[in-house]
């Protein structure tokens, strides 16, 4: 049946971090909004099989690991056990959880939600396609494109194999496999690859370039990759994956070096982590003058405005990084200038946070990169084994380093390697964004002990009398 509904000032499409922030700041912003998902509630990819449910088994990771490391400092557990169906609830408790307060957010801020999938039938229409099977179409006078990314697939690799899995199925916590293979060094193949091993899984890595996490700065990734060679059978480098056949009860894997030599490996599982794609092929985009990249990203201008300027795109499908925070600070942007109002997308420093143990994370100039765009930096480094509270919680591998214009001894980027640097990483964003010089960091009382102290320790190395 095909019905006409009434026309919408805003229309959202996709309800993850992106699209929900967008809807709730329209609604703020005293818009009337509609907001179109699949999902029973909003979350998008980061709340129903991304950020969250990652966070929740990194964190039985680190019961497990720290359980087990304890006996070196006079402390002994049994051996801990895993009632895989236990965590598998706990976790999905957690994501609905935060799923069903979205749900509610959404019904006290009075958004229309329609469960379905929109597609442009031109620039001020779309027909929608209901999951009741309804299909109906929606007339409106802006449009913010919030639909996301998905994994990258190799070729030839049926979607509905139990034993070659992407991060969502790898989530799904089905088991844990004797041995499993994560084809990507990137964060997302570390980080479940990491709580995998932490449960009781053989864990290989293997990866194309010469290094874990490329593009991230080489003194982070080497204090992770020390501790990554403990937990993980095995890190393979610059190898490829050519063949993958699934065959009696596990998956027979062909591996390529860089010369050229062939080995084949069998696993019980495979998890494909080779990156993620932008959900832009079916927007019905040429129904609209929009413009993609060559990645398929949509091409926006400062406030987020495609080449339609009543349709913005935000999050995941408008560029890197495919990170929540930048989708939500986008969305907040994409709002207010719906409403005619100056906002801009100007970050000084958009922070990335690897959830691996240690922690990496990093904001600003990374030094790998100041140095492949030789961009002159002044660096200071502080390992961790002179901080106290490292040393107190049994913890001496991380490290803290500040990047500062030689010139101006303005801060231009931190990085930051140990347990919890994903906390510790704010402060370097508010500093940026505050335009601080290292002077700023001196003078400001970092509390003792605290791992926080070897940002202060790093910006006196800076100190000229
Ligand atoms: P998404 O969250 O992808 O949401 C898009 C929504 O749009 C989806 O619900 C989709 O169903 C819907 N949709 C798609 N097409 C249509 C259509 N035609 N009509 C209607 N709806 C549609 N980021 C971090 O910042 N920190 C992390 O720790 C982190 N961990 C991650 C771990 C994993 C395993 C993965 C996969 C990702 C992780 N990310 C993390 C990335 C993060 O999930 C994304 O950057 C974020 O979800 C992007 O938000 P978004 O709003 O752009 O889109």
């Known amino acids: 049946a095909e019905k006409k509904i009434d026309r919408t ?28 998902d699949p999902e029973i509630n909003p979350g998008g990819v980061c709340l129903h099989r991304g950020c969250i449910p990652s966070k929740a088994l990194l964190h039985v990771a680190k019961l497990v690991s720290e359980a087990e490391e304890s006996e070196a400092i006079g402390v002994r557990f049994v051996k801990p056990t895993i009632d895989v169906a236990q965590v598998r609830d706990w976790k999905n408790g957690v994501v609905e959880t935060l799923t069903g307060g979205l749900g509610n957010k959404v019904k006290k801020l009075k958004i229309t939600y329609l469960r379905g999938t929109a597609q442009f039938k031109d620039s001020h229409t779309l027909n929608l396609s209901l ?26 690799i049926a979607a509905d194999s139990q034993r070659i899995i992407d991060s969502t199925g790898a989530l799904d916590l089905v088991d844990v496999p004797e041995s499993l293979l994560v084809i990507g060094g990137g964060y997302i193949g570390l980080e479940l690859g990491s709580a995998y091993a932490a449960m009781g899984s053989k864990v290989s890595v293997v990866e194309m370039t010469n290094g874990l996490l490329p593009g991230c700065d080489r003194d982070l990734v080497s204090v992770l990759k020390r501790r990554l060679e403990k937990k993980f059978a095995s890190i393979l480098l610059n190898t490829k994956v050519v063949d993958l056949k699934e065959q009696k009860g596990s998956v027979q894997v062909t591996l390529e070096d860089k010369q050229g030599e062939q080995t084949s490996k069998r696993f019980k599982k495979v998890l494909i982590a080779i990156g993620r794609k932008p959900n832009t092929e079916s927007l019905g985009l040429e129904n609209t003058t929009i413009v993609k990249d060559k990645k398929n990203f949509i091409v926006v201008d400062g406030q987020q405005r495609t080449a339609e300027p009543h349709i913005f795109a935000i999050g995941d499908i408008a560029g890197e990084p495919m990170l929540a925070h930048k989708a ?13 109002r100056k906002a801009v997308f100007d970050p000084r420093a958009i922070p990335a946070v690897v959830f691996t143990d240690p922690e990496i994370a990093w904001c600003g100039l990374t030094e790998s990169a100041a140095r492949e765009q030789k961009i002159k930096i002044k660096t200071a480094k502080i390992p961790w084994r002179g901080n106290g ?26 990085a930051v390697a140990g347990p919890g640097a994903g906390e510790l990483i704010a402060e370097g964003v508010v500093a940026m964004e505050m335009a601080a010089v290292s002077e700023d960091l001196r003078q400001s009382i970092h509390p003792h002990p605290t791992l926080s102290e070897t940002v202060f320790d790093a910006a006196q190395m800076f100190f000229k009398p």
């Open 389 to 414: 509270r490292a040393l107190t919680l049994g913890r001496d591998d991380g490290m803290t380093k500040l990047i500062v214009d030689p010139e101006t001894d303005r801060l231009l980027g931190m």
């Open 9 to 36: 000032q805003l229309v959202v499409i996709g309800a993850g971090p992106g699209g929900y922030a967008a809807a709730f700041k329209a609604v703020e912003l005293g818009l009337s909004v509609t907001l179109i």
């Open 131 to 156: 999951v009741d099977g309804v299909t109906r179409e929606l007339a409106f006078d802006q449009a913010i494109l919030a639909t996301g990314s998905r994994p990258i697939m190799l070729p030839n």
């Open 328 to 340: 939500y600070a986008e969305a907040s942007v994409a709002a207010e200038a719906a409403v005619g």
